[in-house]
C-alpha cells in the first residue's frame, strides 16, 4: 500500500524540516504582532462557492460521512457533498471575525498556520495536501465610523490606512523571506491594484459581466501561449492596446508587438492612448500608495516589482494584490486586499488584507538555494537532537544505573513552588528537565556507543562508571570532563555547562 497520490509520508528528517519552516513562520508573524488563530479542516462547501469563486469547486475534497440519507440524496443529485476539506483559509478567517467582530480590536492581526487541502494534478510544487502560513489585517487604524464615509477627508484617511496595512501584511512576508537567506535576487514581490486592473479593463473594453472572465484569463498568462490569451481576452472586448500591455509576446497580424508599438500603431478609435500608459505606469510607480508606505518602513524597492497581470484567481480581492515570485517555480506566495468578505458573512463592514505561503514551493526554493539546514542541523534546530546520551562502561553495576539515570534526568527536579509554596525553600536549584536517550542495541562496547551518540547529534555522553559517578563528555568539543561526578548531580552541572557555553 501506497500514501495517496499528492500526499507526504514524512519521516523524521522530512518532519524536522517542516517544523523548521513552520517555526520560522511563527517567529516571524509573532514579531510582526499578529496572534495565532486556528479553524476546523473542513467547512460547509457552499461557503468556498459563494466567497471564493465557483472556480474553486473543481479543486475541492468534498466530504459527508455517508450515514444521513439526506447527505448521500444531496450528493447524488447535486454532485456536490455538504463539506469540503479547506483549500484555504481566508473565507474560515472571514467568518471567525463576523462572529465576533464587535469585540475584536481594531485592527486585527491574526495568523494561521496548518494543513490544507485541493484535488489538484500533483506537480513540482503543487500537492494535494500542503502546509499553509497565513497573515491577515482585519480593520484599520482609524475609526471604525471612518471606513465606509463618502467624505473627501475620510477617504484619503481610509486608502492611507489601507496602504499601511496592505505594507505591514508584505514587510512581514519580506521579513520571512529575508530571514532564510532569499534575496531579491532570488524572489521578487509583483504588486498590483485589482481595482486598478478592473478600471481599465472596463475603460478599454470589457463589459462588466465578462470581468471575472477576464481576470481568470489574465491570472493564467503565465501558463499558456501569449496568443491564446491575447484571443482569449479580445473576445471578450478588451482592445488590442489594453491586451497587449498585459500579454507580452502577444502578436497582432502574426508580428510581435512591444507595448510601445502598440501605443504608436493602434487604431485611433481607441483615443489617447497615452492614458492608458500613465495610468498604469502611475499606478504601479513608487507613488502607488502601497509602496509609499513600504518606503516609510524602510523597505527597499528591490524586492518589488510592479505588474498589472498579477490579479490573483479568487474573486474576493478587491484592491492591492501580490505575489512572490521565483524563477522557474510557482508563485512562492500570495495575498491581496478583501474588503467585503467579512460583510458576507454577517459582520459589519470591514477592509482586510492578508497572504498566505505555502510550504512546498518554499521548501523546493530553500532546497535548490542551498538554503535549506543540512539533516543534522535540522534535528538539532528543532529539538530533536538530544541534549544527553546515557550509556555504560559495560560493568553489570554501571549497567543497573542506566535506565534509572535516563528517567530521571528525563523527569528533572521539581521546584518547591510546585507544591503550592510561593516561596523556594533553600537548597540546591531545580534541575529542568533534559532530553535524554540511550541505546537499545546489545553491546556494550563504548566506542560503538559514543558513536551512536554523536550520529543522532547528542550534546553530552554520560558514561555511567559504577553506581554512584560517571563520566561526562562534550561530544561537541570532544572534551572529556576531569573529573568523575556523582550521577545524582549529572543534571545539575550538565545544565550548567551547557548554559556557560552558550
Known amino acids: 500500500m501506497q500514501g495517496p497520490r499528492g500526499t507526504r509520508d514524512l519521516y523524521p528528517v522530512e518532519a524536522a524540516r517542516r517544523r523548521w519552516i513552520t517555526e520560522r513562520w511563527r517567529e516571524v508573524a509573532v514579531r510582526h504582532g499578529f496572534e495565532e488563530v486556528d479553524g476546523p479542516t473542513f467547512e460547509e462547501s457552499d461557503l468556498y462557492a459563494v466567497k471564493s469563486g465557483e472556480g474553486i469547486l473543481g479543486e475541492l475534497f468534498q466530504a459527508y460521512s455517508g450515514k444521513s440519507p439526506d ?7 447535486t454532485g456536490r457533498a455538504p463539506y469540503a476539506m479547506r ?5 474560515t478567517l472571514a467568518r471567525m ?13 491574526w495568523f494561521q498556520i496548518g494543513p490544507f487541502f485541493r484535488a489538484e494534478r500533483p506537480q513540482r510544487g503543487r500537492l494535494r495536501e500542503f502546509l499553509q502560513w497565513n497573515c491577515d489585517v482585519l480593520g484599520l487604524d482609524v475609526a471604525p465610523e471612518k471606513w ?3 467624505d473627501a477627508e475620510s477617504r484619503a484617511e481610509v486608502a492611507e490606512a489601507k496602504a499601511r496595512m496592505d505594507a505591514e501584511c508584505i514587510a512581514c512576508c519580506v521579513d520571512f523571506l ?12 509583483r504588486i498590483s491594484d485589482r481595482k486598478v486592473v478592473s478600471d481599465l479593463l472596463l475603460k478599454e473594453g470589457v463589459s462588466s459581466a465578462a470581468l471575472s472572465a477576464a481576470f481568470a484569463v489574465i491570472d493564467r498568462i503565465d501558463k499558456q501561449p501569449p496568443d491564446k490569451s491575447f484571443d482569449e481576452l479580445r473576445a471578450l472586448g478588451a ?8 500579454v507580452p509576446g502577444a502578436t497582432i497580424s502574426g508580428t510581435a508587438s512591444s507595448l510601445t508599438e502598440v501605443f504608436q500603431t493602434a487604431h485611433a478609435q481607441l483615443g489617447p492612448l497615452d492614458a492608458v500608459h500613465e495610468a498604469s505606469a502611475r499606478a504601479f510607480s513608487k507613488t502607488m500608495p502601497v509602496n509609499l508606505a513600504l518606503l516609510q518602513l524602510g523597505y527597499s524597492t528591490d524586492w518589488f516589482t510592479a505588474d498589472m497581470r498579477v490579479v490573483r484567481g479568487l474573486a474576493y480581492y478587491t484592491g492591492t ?7 522557474g517555480e510557482r508563485a512562492v506566495a500570495g495575498g491581496g486586499r478583501y474588503d467585503n468578505l467579512v460583510e458576507l458573512f454577517g459582520g459589519p463592514p470591514t477592509p482586510a488584507v492578508g497572504f498566505a505561503m505555502g510550504d512546498v514551493v518554499l521548501a523546493n526554493l530553500l532546497q535548490d538555494k542551498g538554503l535549506m539546514p543540512s539533516d543534522a542541523e535540522l534535528m538539532g534546530l528543532v529539538g530533536q537532537s538530544p541534549d544527553v546520551f546515557v550509556l555504560s562502561n559495560g560493568t553489570e553495576e554501571a549497567e543497573r544505573q542506566v535506565r534509572p539515570l535516563v528517567a530521571s534526568l528525563r523527569r528533572g527536579s521539581r521546584a518547591p513552588q510546585d507544591s503550592g509554596l510561593k516561596t523556594q525553600a533553600p537548597g540546591p536549584k531545580p534541575q529542568a528537565p533534559l532530553h535524554v536517550r540511550h541505546s537499545y542495541k546489545a553491546t556494550k562496547n563504548v566506542g560503538k556507543l559514543l558513536k551512536e551518540a554523536a550520529q543522532v547529534g547528542a550534546r553530552f555522553a554520560v558514561i555511567v562508571e559504577s553506581a554512584s559517578e560517571a563520566t561526562v563528555k562534550d561530544l561537541r568539543t570532544g572534551e572529556q570532563w576531569p ?3 556523582p550521577i545524582d548531580e549529572i543534571g545539575r552541572k550538565i545544565a550548567e555547562r551547557a548554559w556557560n557555553s552558550r
Open 71 to 77: 447527505e448521500v440524496e444531496r450528493v447524488r443529485a
Open 87 to 91: 483549500p484555504e483559509f481566508t473565507p
Open 97 to 109: 471575525y463576523a462572529a465576533r467582530a464587535a469585540g475584536l480590536p481594531k485592527p486585527c492581526k
Open 148 to 150: 465606509n464615509a463618502e
Open 178 to 189: 529575508s530571514s532564510v537567506g532569499l534575496t531579491p535576487g532570488d524572489v521578487r514581490i
Open 239 to 246: 482592445s488590442k492596446a489594453c491586451i497587449l500591455s498585459l
Open 321 to 327: 494584490v501580490f505575489e512572490v515570485i521565483a524563477e
Open 483 to 485: 573529573d568523575r561526578v
